[in-house]
């Protein structure tokens, strides 16, 4: 009986944890609020803000843990690419390259304004963490001032040791 | 001490008791006695009918070990060749059997499909007679899918799917001389079956180091058993004496049961991950019938043949089972070890435990340990892998005389039951993982009269295709 008891509080406990706001799973973006200005997200358009090392942190914290044989072969790949992420390469360890994903169009590393085949245009991220076509219009000019989260952004990539590589060659 | 030579008039009582040898549970009533009926005949019958019914009771223990529901399987070839220490290490489809905390790690829609082959091996001494029995079997493993939900943070995987948990192939041989009853004994049972068990179920992360799941499971699958005994007594007989009986019992159920899991993974460094998983009591329903047919042979005297119907309606009840596991994953090695706690004593026939005379419970707390390792070859996309686990009896009884249907006697346990077990994954194109896996298990129990010995190998192949 007790463990009964037990087993009802874990599961009360686990649904409490899925339902509240406060889960640590994101399946809808929280609404980006700035300078009084508030946009809801309906896209995946991640990187127009976030670093992709900083997206992949998301699925993949620093003590998640990893999997066996990772840095061999496609194990990475098989493991721990999400089927969903917004990446048009992904990298190779064994061959320190950038590979397209398949059914993908291969984009240069450098290059952050070419359209995927999805459709999606995926622009320079702007200096806010402001989302959204209108928010991109709305930023518009500041990109043409310059923008430094662009510039890192450079420098980053899925798996930063892959694009440094590439940089550097 | 003989059999009792029972004259045909004494055929109801004998059938009685060969109702409690039956090799599945036969219902007494097809419906239940009103209580104030049920409590007058227990007072009536108090002293008389308790150590009867205790002695059925206990038989019921032999029972359950028959079906396999004592005896759950590892499920999946990756799983399979670590001992089934998936508790803290898994990480793909068959988490939603041993922690579906473990499906939040998955990040590509995955499907999966094993089979397993299997061949049982169960030598019976019976009266210094030894009878070596051979089962084979090739059936599925397991059919599942998993959907990882795409979020922004953290992970959400539904996942479903079939297992092949338990199962009800058995086959025994117990034929010899019979110094006790003394007559010439031959008892053969023949049971197939499959428990498939039907998961639902989902894991997220509730926070980066810290995964969650749930799962609900319904079980379902048929039985069939085919008993057949006949005893004999020496001669020499007097006129109207009986010689022998054959028995032909046929009996088919239908098995219906659900429980469900629950589990966490923790990830306190980046390397170590603990597990906690605990499964629910299952609720197991047999429901179906039998045909028992029964020859008596007198000497000088006409022989007897009844036939007759039975309604089997049984309800069992298979004890919580919790789960602790540890892992260590380095990029190239994975241990991991697994903890795990049943209390048989929980284990319920028609809401009642199994007891013996004095109330000490007929089955036994366990403790069972499994370990396994895995490692990856850095020059071919291979992954080898080798598991033992070490797994006591809930029960420590054998029957000596199924045919009597005498209680059980407590057993000495020469060797606890193992597993050894061993398996190697291949990554083929990316997105496809074919695991084999390997295990030999064995255990042996025995009693003054009969000696129980059994070993398996079983062969289990799974494809798992990630999208």
Excluded at chain 2, 211 to 231: E, P, R, V
Excluded at chain 2, 294 to 323: C, L, M, V, W
Aim: net charge neutral.
């Amino acid at each position: 009986m007790t463990v009964q008891r037990s087993f009802r509080l874990l599961l009360v406990v686990l649904v409490t944890a899925l339902v509240s706001p406060a889960c640590y799973t994101l399946i809808k973006h929280p609404k980006v609020i700035e300078e009084g200005y508030q946009q809801e997200v309906r896209d995946r358009q991640c990187t127009n803000c976030h670093y992709e090392d900083e997206i992949w942190s998301f699925h993949h914290p620093p003590n998640h843990g990893s999997y066996p044989g990772v840095q061999y072969y496609d194990w990475g790949y098989y493991y721990q690419v999400p089927w969903w992420y917004e990446s048009y390469w992904y990298y190779t360890p064994s061959s320190s390259e950038t590979v397209p994903l398949p059914g993908r169009t291969y984009r240069p590393a450098d290059d952050k304004s070419q359209v995927g085949p999805s459709g999606r245009t995926l622009g320079h991220p702007p200096d806010s963490k402001s989302y959204g076509s209108s928010v991109r219009t709305k930023t518009s000019d500041k990109e043409k001032k310059g923008d430094t989260k662009n510039e890192k952004s450079k420098k980053r990539t899925v798996r930063p040791r892959g694009k440094k590589e590439k940089e550097d060659g | 001490m003989r059999k009792a030579r029972n004259a045909p008039s004494d055929l109801g009582g004998k059938k009685k008791k060969r109702m409690a040898d039956s090799p599945v549970p036969v219902s007494r009533t097809t419906t239940r006695p009103r209580f104030g009926t049920f409590v007058f005949a227990a007072l009536a019958l108090t002293i008389l009918a308790v150590p009867v019914s205790r002695a059925q009771e206990i038989n019921e223990a032999v029972t359950i070990e028959d079906l396999g529901f004592t005896g759950r399987f590892t499920v999946g070839a990756r799983p399979s060749a670590l001992a089934g220490a998936y508790t803290a290490a898994g990480e793909d489809i068959y988490s939603l059997v041993y922690n579906p905390a473990g499906l939040a790690r998955i990040r590509r829609i995955e499907t999966s499909l094993g089979f397993q082959h299997k061949k049982n091996n169960l030598t019976n001494v019976f009266y210094g007679n030894d009878n070596e029995v051979d089962l084979s079997s090739t059936r599925l493993d397991a059919f599942a899918a998993a959907y990882p939900v795409p979020t922004y943070r953290g992970s959400l995987v539904f996942a479903g799917g079939v297992y092949r948990v338990m199962s009800s192939d058995f086959q025994i041989l117990n034929r010899g001389f019979n110094t006790v009853s003394e007559t010439f004994d031959d008892y053969l049972l023949q049971q197939t079956g499959s428990i498939y068990s039907y998961n639902v179920g989902f894991g997220v992360d509730l926070s980066p180091a810290i995964s969650a799941g749930a799962s609900g499971f319904m079980m379902d699958g048929t039985i069939k058993a085919l008993t057949q005994f006949s005893y004999a007594y020496p001669p020499p007989f007097v006129p109207g004496e009986q010689e022998s009986e054959f028995l032909l019992d046929d009996a088919r159920v239908d098995l219906d049961g659900y429980g469900a899991t629950i589990g966490i993974q923790y990830h306190p460094l980046s390397l170590v991950r603990f597990g906690l998983s605990v499964t629910t009591p299952i609720k197991i329903n047999l429901s179906g019938d039998a045909i028992e047919e029964t020859a008596r042979y007198f000497f000088n005297a006409p022989g007897e043949f009844t036939s007759q119907r039975f309604a089997i309606d049984t309800d069992y009840k298979i004890p919580f089972r919790i789960n602790v596991g540890f892992a260590l994953s380095t990029p190239n090695v994975l241990f991991a070890a697994d903890v795990g706690y049943t209390d048989w004593a929980q284990a319920e026939i028609n809401s009642r435990q199994l007891k013996d005379e004095d109330l000490r419970p007929i089955f036994n707390q366990v403790i069972d340990i499994r370990a396994g390792a895995e490692l990856v070859l850095p020059f071919m996309p291979v992954r080898v892998r080798a598991g033992y686990a070490y797994l006591p009896y809930g029960l420590e009884y054998l029957q000596a005389d199924r045919i009597a249907g005498n209680a059980l006697t407590k057993a000495e346990v020469q060797t606890q039951r193992q597993i050894y077990a061993a398996g190697c994954g291949f990554l083929l194109g990316r997105v496809l993982i074919i695991d084999a896996a390997y295990e030999y298990s064995l255990g042996k129990r025995s009693i003054g009269t009969l000696v129980d010995d059994r070993t398996s190998h079983r062969l289990i192949l799974t494809g798992s295709y990630r999208f």
